[in-house]
Structures are given as structure tokens and as C-alpha cells.
């Protein structure tokens, strides 16, 4: 069953697109953005990989407790706006949709991988709570910056593996190849662009924001 409402894309050449994840509490029509990758998903024409802004949504629909930062006061805006039916029906779609959702995919025969936060050559085709905390969040030192935000490992700069890694999570101004790894996240949230990463031609393609719809907390640069 596909929500009918939101269009649905499917590639003329027969492409696959591949979400990183943080679909929601970015900007707005966030919940026309979940329908859209759940119907991309469904009908085999995309692949998508969680954030942990996701992940968060989804211990809320679940009646976790978790605090309501970082723009997830704006997703669930945009939930409780809905008929108390189709909000019911829509977040029992979304938990079962965002909980199915594997941590990394191995693609190309191991050539390529894809995560949100990275992975690194130990963890890629192995499933284990260490891996997928990997995937969402990368890996941190337990420090905080002068901005409050987590201090993380550096770990593309020592990575030496041969697949390929694209990923995001932490937004950068230009997206640069570091030993086969490469970052696509360039703040389209924050006013900067979002990115595509063409494989196997190895292009970026890019879209500028229309606007700055969240201040970043961190200064992108």
C-alpha cells in the first residue's frame, strides 16, 4: 500500500536512489518526505539507510521518552496537525517503515557502502548493536565542543579500506574524497545544497537550498 497523495519517482534508466537518512526534522513537509521515500522504498526504486534523527522519531511513536530537540518539535507539529485516525494509521505505517530499516548496505559486490554517519572497513556487512550505533552517530570521543555538540573520532582519515564509503551526518561545505570515503551532507537544511553522488561514474550533482531553514548551531564551514 503506497500513500497516493505525494508523487512518486521512479528513474527512466532504471537508477536506484539511495536515502542517508534524517528524513525528518529538516525543514519543512517533512511527512511528505516520509511518504515519498516509503513509497520509493516499497515499489524497489530506492534504498534507504536510517539517521538518528529517524531513529529518534521512531522511539517516539513508540512512546519512548526522548526530549524534543533538534527539530523534532517540527515533525511531530506536522503529525499532530493530522485527523486523529490518519495520524494513527500513518504512525503505525512510520514505526513499522523506519524500524525495518537495516543499518548499512554492502552494494556493488563490497565495491561500494553506504550509512548515514559512515562505517569503517571492520563493521561493513555485519550486523551488531556496536555497528548500527556506528552507522547512526559515527564514533565519539564521550567530549562535547564549545558548541555542546559531540567531539567525533576522525574516523575516514584513518580509514583504509577498499570499498568505497558515502554517508553524511555531520555537515560539511564541500563534499572531498578522504582515502574512499566521502561526505554528501552539505547542509541543505542550514542554506547550503543538497547533495547526489552518481555511482558508478563517481559525479556530484547539487541543488541549492532555497532558503536557510534551520540556523546551524555550528558554523558550516
Known amino acids: 500500500e503506497h500513500f497516493t497523495e505525494v508523487p512518486f519517482y521512479r528513474h527512466l534508466e532504471g537508477r536506484k536512489t539511495v536515502f542517508l537518512g534524517d528524513l525528518v526534522d529538516r525543514g519543512p513537509r517533512i511527512l511528505d518526505t516520509l511518504k515519498l521515500v516509503y513509497n520509493m522504498v516499497k515499489a524497489n526504486t530506492a534504498l534507504c539507510v536510517p539517521g538518528n534523527h529517524d531513529v529518534k522519531f521512531l522511539r517516539k511513536l513508540m512512546g519512548r521518552n526522548v526530549k524534543i530537540t533538534h527539530g523534532l518539535e517540527k515533525t511531530l507539529a506536522e503529525l499532530d496537525a493530522l485527523p486523529e485516525l490518519e495520524r494513527y494509521r500513518f504512525s503505525q505505517t512510520m514505526i513499522a517503515f523506519l524500524d525495518s530499516l537495516v543499518s548499512h548496505y554492502v552494494l556493488d559486490e ?9 562505517m569503517k572497513s571492520a563493521y561493513q556487512g555485519r550486523a551488531s548493536k556496536r555497528v548500527r550505533e556506528f552507522a547512526l552517530f559515527g564514533e565519539t570521543t564521550g567530549e562535547t565542543d564549545e558548541f555542546g555538540l559531540p567531539v567525533r573520532y576522525n574516523w575516514a582519515g584513518e580509514y583504509q579500506g577498499m570499498a568505497k564509503v558515502v554517508y553524511g551526518h555531520t555537515p560539511v561545505p564541500e563534499s ?3 582515502n574512499r570515503t566521502l ?13 547526489a553522488f552518481r555511482y558508478p561514474e563517481q559525479i556530484m550533482v547539487s541543488v541549492a537550498a532555497h532558503h536557510v531553514y534551520c540556523e546551524p548551531v555550528r558554523p558550516l564551514v
Request: net charge neutral.
Open 110 to 118: 563490497g565495491k561500494l557502502v553506504v550509512a548515514h554517519a559512515g
Open 176 to 178: 572531498e574524497w578522504l
Open 183 to 195: 561526505n554528501v551532507d552539505n547542509g541543505c537544511v542550514f542554506g547550503g545544497k543538497l547533495t
